[in-house]
């Protein structure tokens, strides 16, 4: 059974910093496109960031700079390094299983249950 | 402001169809890209509900059901149930972002009368 297990959520300071862990299980992280997708409190769906089986990765403009995705094949899980938070940074962040045979048409077929991160002073 | 554009809420009596749709322009459904479906059910994550615009998972009942056509995409849901009340969200991808750039629209609040 395919799952995942975000943590390392909380709260930190404006400019601070912070790592999201997301333990996987029923796959191989480093055979898989893996994402993070955050949501704002009250607020939609936002794509952040995508790194693929091969180790190539992809950011969204408004992360790009300030967070890293990153991997541990031994361990099966999925990183994200955020630096200099910002309150607009307040979000769930989920991490998600990418599916598809193309960028076009690939989508996120599993998601963790999230972790929470606020921003603020 | 999302980049697909989705009505903010919906609604229906028990036992009706209801469409929710998705509208986006020439760099993202209107491209070919496909367009996916997820169901965000109250405190949860989101959930998988059609990909590559019409295809259902495995467990997702058929009266759940998506289509596209030029720049947009429906999702359809009939018989409705109380347990649909949901967000719903449509997702593509857009070739007019540097990388690679997946697109959500705003989210649907669907709402069981």
Not at chain 1, 17 to 22: G, I, K, V
Not at chain 1, 61 to 79: A, C, E, M, P, Q
Not at chain 1, 91 to 110: L, M, S
Not at chain 2, 31 to 47: E, F, I, M, N, R
Request: net charge neutral.
């Amino acid at each position: 059974e395919v799952q995942l297990v975000e943590s390392g959520g909380g709260l930190v300071q404006p400019g601070g910093s912070l790592r999201l862990s997301c333990a996987a299980s029923g796959f191989t992280v480093s055979s898989n496109y893996m994402s993070w997708v955050r949501q704002a409190p009250g607020k939609g769906l936002e794509w952040v960031s995508v790194i693929y089986s091969g180790g190539s990765t992809y950011y969204a403009d408004s992360v790009k700079g300030r967070f890293t995705i990153s991997r541990h094949n031994s361990k099966n899980t999925l990183y994200l390094q955020m630096n200099s938070l910002r309150a607009e940074d307040t979000a769930v962040y989920y991490c998600a299983r990418v599916f598809g045979i193309a960028a076009g048409a690939y989508y996120f077929d599993y998601w963790g249950q999230g972790t929470l991160v606020t921003v603020s002073s | 402001q999302s980049v697909l554009t989705q009505p903010p809420s919906v609604s229906g009596a028990p036992g009706q169809r209801v469409t929710i749709s998705c509208t986006g322009s020439s760099s993202n459904i209107g491209a070919g890209y496909d367009v996916h479906w997820y169901q965000q059910l109250p405190g949860t994550a989101p959930k998988l509900l059609i990909y590559g615009n019409s295809n259902r998972p495995s467990g997702v009942p058929d009266r759940f059901s998506g289509s596209k056509s030029g720049t947009s995409a429906s999702l359809a849901i009939t018989g409705l149930q109380a347990e649909d009340e949901a967000d719903y969200y449509c997702q593509s991808y857009d070739s007019s972002l540097s990388g690679s750039n997946w697109v959500f629209g705003g989210g649907t609040k669907l709402t069981v009368l």
